[in-house]
Every structure is written in structure tokens, then in C-alpha cells.
């Protein structure tokens, strides 16, 4: 039963305003693409909305919504028919949970940026090109003048050292 | 997962970071498709959210242009509960009467504010002590001359050296070579060049014709790149009509300087070291505490930055830290002396006397050398005494490697050093004593003497570093050293042109142990542009008999696992190999894994079975990777590429040629090979792909000449 959220300490303007991004920041993580996160997100808050409750604890909060948001994830590709690659969303779930639950991720958003500082200038080119420019690997490997080999090992190399990065800032 | 998003965290980070795609504002569209559900905000939840943009509001709840009305709340129908989404504070109003107690919001804002300001100073306390620490290592890093830490002197290098262990070791200021100065690449290479000449005058023999283009383009690839070059990169080489000196002198420097083939030299040059410090097999083993990952890192690194070598050797001998990666105390480097801990030091100290020396001081583990007068079997237990003080700690699931204060017996608590039987079976005690007589203090203690920091200063300044560095990089580019083995020089191994080594030595001390001067040196030298043709004028030269080289040729020799794996992977096509690059080179330490087996001796002998046995020929005639290299349906791979061209038959054979040896088939080859055509008219592709299996398969396909 729907009903009109009373002063019970249930607000959905603010829950909505202190959590989307955290949510949708956890399911392009999970692998959705903007407009997937953007409706999820959505149905993700209406299904919470249904049952208001008392937000006190932010960090109960935000796991409460990632989990709503997860399993809606997963139901909705598994009605498209696609595969869900469970250990790779449970991986996901425990880095979130550990590292960018308490804030919506805006830490490790401060760390990548500063650990794309510490990447070979190839390295930083060739994720510019891939990310901002949205240049095709192919193309990617032709700027720089290597193999589209080349280029996949490079591009991997430096999300893995930044994962590391990450991670070692986020430790201190 | 799709191929592009191989880790969707870091993806979707930098797609927000890099590609500007921030986080939506779903405030407007969410209240109000909830509120057209049926839901309603209070007057003053809505105040201040923005309307979506388009959209209309369905029931009589306002936004801020007009005053809000709260409608009567709508029946709707029952809400579906399950476990799943269950929140973490359930309180239904009709179920909370009487049973939990409400807390105040002021006691619950003291609360808080108390947990934060306990918090806080905690946190000071914490940054104060380790400030403080800091200021206390500092100081003590200083010595009389000034700051410690290392200045980049290479000029826009752009990176500072990372030390992630927290101190940088302090290069020595002088060496052997301090008096030397550096002489121009020209001067070097026309002294080389020179003195070899001298040799071949004064033994009267004739040196091999040059090196045809194919072959210098595909000897240099398999050396720089580690793997055979492409028909375009042979053919624009041959079709350079600059003088020959300059074209090779270009083409190497797109090798080593370039930003283009950076990443693949470093990855060759890498694998080599890596071989060489900890073996084709360390690293392997479940239990082994050694991360071949980490120290393929820092080598890689070292040599993306062309770290000068001695500090890089400094670092290797000195490092301290874990081999975890994602640990803040990582580094690399300490892999190559956790790989020797075991009896005593003993494999450690053994491996960089061989490696940083030149000289096989294990040989006199158990008694006096048996060749080498100068050392007794004492030198090789003062050498091993100064990993005395190292010691290998696990915490978890992270291996450290630190250095701590150590005691003696008790006795003499105040004099470390390690016991070892004499020949005679006499027990005897080794103190930290260098080969060239420098005796550090006996006691373990760390602010007397750090014994490894000690170590890898000794080893840096003594010449022998340069002349075994050159020795092994001269060896691995020309297939044979001054010396044979490399590793094992002194007066019972002489080098066959010591005043060359000694000045090549001098040199590269002189150009800062800039390792890719010294490679260009001798990739660019006269004698590394020879064929390896064996004539009459240069058949006395034969380093298998006479044991000392006169580099009148160049020096055929198998290539290595690496070299053929790499090479079959770049006939395969791109997607032979797996899609991740962990998975990469997992896939490939399990090919090799094939050839390497690990004797478990003191020395960390090694043996290869690589060379024309059993395995090796049944993983070149049936193996998977060359059953992809030669699958015609693989659209990726040479073979398909070949077939489906336009080419004529006789282009087509000319093509597979070049891209598996190098070189267009004699006409002889080239009738023969016509003929296998021509016998199967109505399925050439079929005697193309024998033609091609049968190439991969030859011998002049697996060596280097």
C-alpha cells in the first residue's frame, strides 16, 4: 500500500538527494550503461519509497539501497536473457561496500584523478582516447602507432596499476 | 564482460573522470513518477527540487513556483515484502507503538559530536606520531654530506624514481670510473669496432660477409622486441635507401628511444632480467614467496624511466617491503633477494656475486674455488653475511621483506655471523667481509651497519659490476661474452679482449650505466652486422673449441622459448592470444612452464629442454599455438591473410618466406615449393598451409643467425 510519507523522520527528497549518485554510481560499476543506471536508479528509489523507514545510519542506508538496486539488476538481465556473471557482481559489491559505500565514491573519484598523474603519458593518451574521445581501439592504436594488441594490453595495464593506485590511497 | 570493459569500476570511473559522464539529478523524475504512483512529499520535502524538464505534475503537489497541496493519501495495492529488500530499520507506524523507544535527536546529536571529536584526536595523535617518525628517519638519513635520496639527472624524464619502500638508496659518488669521461656514441662504437678488427688481424682470420637487411632486421627485432618482425617492417627496412650505418641507427632508435615500440623493448628486456634474477621458473610454485608479477613491474618501470643500472642494482640488493601490489608498502624489487633467503643467504649472496660480479662464488660454498686461486671458501660465507640481517615476515597474506636488528649467540651476542663447516669439517664463523677486503661491524645491529645497503654500494663501486653488466649484455646480444660462462670471470676465465671489456666498462660507468647506450653500442657495432656465415677465412673462430670468441660472425644460436612464443603469437594474430593481459601472460608462463625445469640446487641452477627435444618438437609440430599459427580459417592469423589475397601463387609462397625466415626463397626453395602448388591445382590453399606448417617447422625458423 502506497501511502504519503508522514514526519516520521522518512524523507524521500533527501534520501534521493544524498544517495542517487551512490547508487548510480554502483550500477555503472555493476556494468550498466548510462541510461540502464538512470532507470535503475529510479526503480531502485520507488521500491524503497514504497516502505519508508527511518534513515539514521547513512552507511545502513546506502547498503539498503545497493541491495535493492542489485537485485534489480540482476532481475532485469535476467528477463533480457543475458548472462549475469555473479562472482564479477559480487566482486563489485565488496569493493563498493569497502571503499566508496561511506561518500557515493567521490574519495575514489579524487584518487583517480590524482593516480592518472602517476601513468606513463602513453598510457594517459591512450585512456583519453578511449574515454573521452571514444575513439575505437583500432584508432587508439594508430595514433599511438602500436598494434590494436598493443593498445588492449596497454589500456589494461594502466586501469590495473590505477586500481592499485586507488587502492593504496584509499588504505591510508 | 564485453572486451572494452575488462574492469567496469575503473571503467565506469573514468567514464565519468575522462568522458564527462557525471551522476544525473533523478530528484525531479523520480518524485515524480513516485508521486503519479500514487506517493506524495510533504510541503517541506518538496521545496527546492528542481522539475524535470518537460514533464508535467500529475497530482496537486507543488514545486516551488506556486504553493504546495497535500492531497489525501491513495489506496493502492498491498506492498510486496521479501527478505531481499528488507531495510535495515523496518518500522512500520502501526507496529511501533510501545515496543522500541524513540531516541532523541539531541542526545543522538551528542552522541555523535562526541564520537567525532574522540575520532579526531585520535587521528591527531596517530598524524603527530608518524610526523614525528618521519622528521626521526629523515635525520638519520642524513650524512655528513648532505640530504639523502637520489636526483633524477636525465633531463625531462618526467618521473621522479618511486621508492614505495620509503627511503631511496644513496648512490655511491665515486667509482672506478669517476676519472673517466664519457666519450661520444661515435667514439665508442669506432673504438670497438677497432679492437675487435685488431683481433682478427693478429689471429688472421677473415670476418663473415655483412648481414643481409632481412637478417639484421630480424636478428635486431628478436633481440630489442623479442620476437620476429613483420613482412611490412622487413620490407620498409629494405626499401630505407639511406646508407646502411644511419637506417640501422634509425631503425634502433625507434626501438630504444621512441615512445612507439617503448612498451614492447621493456617488456623484452623485462623478461630477460626477470630470467635472469629469479630463473624461468621463480615465482611459479604455490608456495613460493616470491611475486614474478612484482618484479616484472619494477623491472619494467626501471627500464620505462631508463633508470641508470647501478641504482637499479642498489635497489634490487638493498629492497625492502612487500611483494603485494595493492600493499602501500609494495615494491617490487624485493623479490629478487626473497627469491635466495633460504640457508642463510646463502642462494642470495650466490646469485649476486654471479650476476653483479661476474664471479661463481658459490664454487667455493663448500671448499676453496676449484679454479679461481683468489677465493677461499670463507669469502663466499663473508659474502652471504651480509644478508644476515634480513628476514622474510608474513602478515596475512603479504610477504615483507625487512631488514631488523639481529644478536648473536649468547655468548657473544654482540658478533653476528654465520657458522659453516670448512672443508675439513672444522666449524668456522663468517663476519660481513667484502671481496675486496671491506669488513663491515660485526654486531647486528641496523644503526651500525645496514648490511644489504652496505652490500649493494660495495657491489656498485667495484668494477667488476660494469664488467659483468657489459659481459652478459654483450653475451645476450652477440651470443657469446668475453668470458665463458659470463658469470664465472677472473684469472682462471680470462676474457678473450679484456682491454675492450675494461673500456666498455669504463664507459658505461662514465655514461652514467645508461643500459641503453651500452645496448646501442653493440647493436650498432660492426661485428653485430655480420652474417653468421662460417667460411674458410673465419672457421678457426669457433668459441665451442677454442673458448675464446673472436666475433669474426655472428654467432647463430636457438631462440629462446620467449622469442618463439612471442613470434608463432605474432603469426597467430592478435586474437591467438587471451583477451586479458594477466590472462596473457599466465597463458604464456604455462607454455613455457613446458621447458623450464628447476634443479633445487644451491645455486638455483636451471635447465632448459627447449632445445630440439621431445617437448619442443611436439609442441611445434602439433601444439595448440601452432595449430592456430597455421589454421587457414583463423581470419586473423598470416596464413588466411595470404590465401585470401590477390597475390599470385609465387607472391603468396615469397610472402610466407618473409614472414617466417626473413628472406625470399632461393630459387631452388622457390621451384619446389611451386611445384607443391602445382601438383594440388584444386586446392592450392591446402599446399600453402603445408608450405607454411613446414616453414614454422624448419630449423632456420627457430634460430637466430
Not at chain 2, 316 to 328: Q, R, V
Request: charge should be negative; charged fraction near 25%.
Amino acid at each position: 500500500m502506497t501511502r504519503a510519507s508522514k514526519s516520521t523522520g522518512f524523507d524521500p527528497v533527501r534520501l534521493i538527494e544524498k544517495h542517487q549518485t551512490g547508487v548510480w554510481r554502483y550500477l555503472r560499476a555493476l556494468g550498466c550503461n548510462s541510461n540502464e543506471a538512470d532507470d535503475l536508479t529510479q526503480e531502485t528509489f520507488l521500491a524503497v519509497l514504497q516502505k519508508p523507514f527511518d534513515d539514521y545510519n547513512p552507511a545502513a542506508t546506502a547498503g539498503y539501497l545497493r541491495k535493492v538496486a542489485h537485485n534489480l539488476f540482476i532481475s532485469g538481465r535476467r528477463k533480457a536473457g543475458r548472462v549475469v556473471p555473479m562472482k564479477d557482481v559480487e566482486q563489485v559489491e565488496a569493493f563498493w561496500s569497502r571503499w566508496a559505500g561511506q561518500d557515493n565514491g567521490e574519495v575514489m573519484l579524487d584518487h583517480l584523478r590524482e593516480c592518472l598523474g602517476e601513468l606513463t603519458q602513453r598510457a594517459r593518451w591512450a585512456l583519453e582516447m578511449r574515454f573521452r574521445d571514444r575513439l575505437p581501439r583500432a584508432e587508439i592504436a594508430g595514433e599511438l602507432k602500436i598494434t590494436e594488441h598493443g593498445a588492449k594490453n596497454l589500456m589494461q595495464r594502466a586501469k590495473k596499476q590505477l586500481r592499485g593506485c586507488i587502492e593504496r590511497k584509499m588504505r591510508k | 564482460m564485453n572486451e572494452d570493459r575488462d574492469d567496469p569500476i575503473i571503467d565506469s570511473l573514468l567514464e565519468e573522470t575522462l568522458g564527462g559522464q557525471a551522476p544525473p539529478d533523478l530528484r525531479a523524475r523520480i518524485l515524480q513518477t513516485w508521486t503519479a504512483q500514487g506517493g506524495a512529499p510533504t510541503e517541506g520535502q518538496a521545496a527546492g527540487v528542481p522539475v524535470a524538464p518537460g514533464a508535467a505534475a500529475p497530482n496537486p503537489v507543488a514545486y516551488p513556483a506556486s504553493p504546495p497541496v497535500q492531497g489525501p493519501p491513495v489506496q493502492g495495492p498491498p506492498v510486496q515484502r521479501s527478505a531481499a529488500t528488507e531495510p535495515p530499520v523496518q518500522r512500520a507506524a502501526r507496529s511501533r507503538k510501545g515496543i522500541l523507544p524513540r531516541v532523541s535527536s539531541r542526545w543522538m546529536g551528542l552522541g555523535v559530536a562526541a564520537a567525532v571529536l574522540l575520532m579526531t584526536t585520535a587521528l591527531g595523535i596517530v598524524w603527530t606520531k608518524m610526523y614525528f617518525d618521519q622528521r626521526r628517519d629523515d635525520i638519520a638519513d642524513r650524512g655528513p654530506d648532505g640530504p639523502a635520496g637520489v636526483v633524477d639527472r636525465r633531463p625531462g624524464s618526467g618521473r621522479t624514481p618511486r621508492n614505495p619502500a620509503g627511503r631511496l638508496p644513496e648512490r655511491p659518488r665515486t667509482h672506478f670510473a669517476s676519472h673517466v669521461v664519457a666519450a661520444p656514441h661515435a667514439e665508442v662504437l669506432s673504438t670497438v669496432n677497432r679492437t675487435i678488427q685488431l683481433k682478427w688481424d693478429e689471429a688472421g682470420v677473415t670476418p663473415a660477409p655483412p648481414a643481409t637487411d632481412g637478417e639484421w632486421v630480424r636478428r635486431t627485432h628478436l633481440r630489442m622486441l623479442g620476437r620476429i618482425p613483420s613482412v611490412d617492417q622487413i620490407e620498409a627496412f629494405e626499401k630505407n635507401d639511406k646508407a646502411a650505418p644511419e637506417k640501422k641507427a634509425e631503425l634502433l632508435d625507434e626501438f630504444l628511444v621512441a615512445d612507439e615500440f617503448s612498451e614492447e623493448h621493456a617488456q623484452t628486456w623485462t623478461t630477460y632480467w626477470t630470467n635472469v634474477l629469479i630463473g624461468r621458473t621463480g615465482g611459479t610454485q604455490e608456495d613460493s614467496p616470491v611475486s614474478r608479477e612484482g618484479l616484472q613491474q619494477y623491472i619494467r618501470d626501471s627500464l620505462l624511466e631508463n633508470k641508470p643500472f647501478d641504482l637499479m642494482a642498489m635497489e634490487l640488493i638493498s629492497a625492502t617491503g612487500t611483494n603485494d601490489a595493492t600493499d602501500d608498502d609494495f615494491n617490487g624489487a624485493t623479490n629478487f633477494v626473497l627469491s635466495g633467503l633460504e640457508n642463510h643467504g646463502a642462494l642470495a649472496a650466490s646469485k649476486t656475486s654471479r650476476i653483479f660480479m661476474g664471479k661463481q662464488l658459490q664454487c667455493a660454498q663448500c671448499h676453496d674455488h676449484p679454479f679461481d686461486n683468489g677465493v677461499k671458501q670463507g669469502q663466499f660465507w663473508q659474502l652471504a653475511a651480509f644478508f644476515r640481517q634480513s628476514t622474510v615476515e608474513r602478515e596475512d597474506r603479504l610477504i615483507r621483506l625487512a631488514d631488523r636488528d639481529v644478536q648473536g649467540p649468547v655468548e657473544s651476542p654482540h658478533e653476528v655471523g654465520i657458522a659453516y663447516h670448512g672443508a675439513d669439517g672444522a666449524k668456522a664463523v663468517a663476519f660481513p667481509v667484502f671481496v675486496d677486503g671491506t669488513e663491515l661491524p660485526r654486531s647486528g645491529r641496523l644503526e651500525e651497519a645496514n648490511r644489504r645497503t652496505e652490500l649493494a654500494r660495495l657491489v656498485v663501486e667495484s668494477p667488476d659490476f660494469a664488467r659483468a653488466i657489459v659481459n652478459r649484455t654483450w653475451a645476450h646480444i652477440l651470443g657469446r661474452g668475453f668470458t665463458w660462462p659470463i658469470d664465472d670471470m677472473g684469472p682462471h676465465n680470462p676474457p678473450s679482449h679484456p682491454e675492450l671489456l675494461d673500456y666498455m666498462s669504463e664507459q658505461f660507468a662514465a655514461h652514467d650505466y645508461d643500459f641503453k647506450s651500452l645496448v646501442k653500442w653493440i647493436a650498432l657495432s660492426d661485428v653485430y652486422s655480420l652474417s653468421s656465415q662460417i667460411s674458410d677465412g673465419n672457421r678457426a673462430d669457433d668459441p665451442e673449441i677454442t673458448k675464446a670468441p673472436l666475433f669474426s660472425r655472428y654467432y647463430a644460436r636457438p631462440m629462446q622459448p620467449e622469442e618463439v612464443y612471442d613470434s608463432l603469437l605474432a603469426l597467430a594474430g592478435p586474437q591467438a592470444a587471451p583477451q586479458d593481459f594477466a590472462a596473457q601472460e599466465a597463458a604464456k608462463l604455462q607454455w613455457l612452464g613446458q621447458f623450464a625445469v628447476d634443479l633445487q640446487t644451491d645455486d638455483g641452477t636451471e635447465f632448459s629442454i627447449f632445445d630440439s627435444t621431445y617437448t619442443q618438437k611436439l609442441e611445434m609440430l602439433s601444439g595448440e599455438l601452432i595449430q592456430t599459427a597455421t589454421d587457414p580459417e583463423n581470419q586473423d592469423g598470416i596464413l588466411y591473410r595470404v590465401i585470401e589475397s590477390r597475390m599470385p601463387d609465387e607472391e603468396k609462397v615469397e610472402h610466407l618466406f618473409l614472414a617466417s625466415l626473413a628472406r625470399r626463397p632461393t630459387p631452388e626453395e622457390n621451384a619446389a615449393a611451386m611445384q607443391v602448388v602445382a601438383d594440388r591445382p584444386d586446392d592450392t590453399n591446402a599446399a600453402l598451409e603445408d608450405l607454411w606448417w613446414a616453414l614454422l617447422n624448419s630449423s632456420e625458423f627457430l634460430l637466430d643467425h
